[in-house]
């Protein structure tokens, strides 16, 4: 055999081979794809779980505020001299503590 040949012949073993390659890495980055694809789905239905159940907890928030406030106003108009009074003792007594001096 000569060089030439020699070398034609190692040439195509290597393309031979680094086909062979190619086709396995095609393989197993599609294999790859797979198992991330499905790692990251898990992760991704979970994260999509807790916004729905995040949205539901806000609304219910929401609402309970809503129907608090509500009720909080009508006991203000049904007798607003007591939260008056109330509201003027509390600000008197935080207005004390802040205005002492303390050594």
Do not use: C, F
Request: no cysteine.
């Amino acid at each position: 055999m000569t060089t030439e040949t020699h070398i034609r012949t190692s040439n195509a073993k290597i393309s031979e081979a680094l086909e062979l390659l190619n086709e396995a890495a095609k393989e197993k980055r599609d294999e790859l794809k797979g198992i991330i694809g499905n790692r990251y789905a898990h992760i991704q239905e979970a994260m999509a779980a807790g916004v729905e159940q995040g949205k539901e907890a806000i609304a219910q928030g929401r609402d309970k505020v809503i129907e608090i406030a509500s009720d909080v106003d009508k006991r203000v108009h049904k007798d607003p001299w007591v939260y008056i009074a109330g509201t003027a003792a509390a600000s008197l007594l935080l207005g004390y503590l802040m205005g002492s001096k303390r050594k």
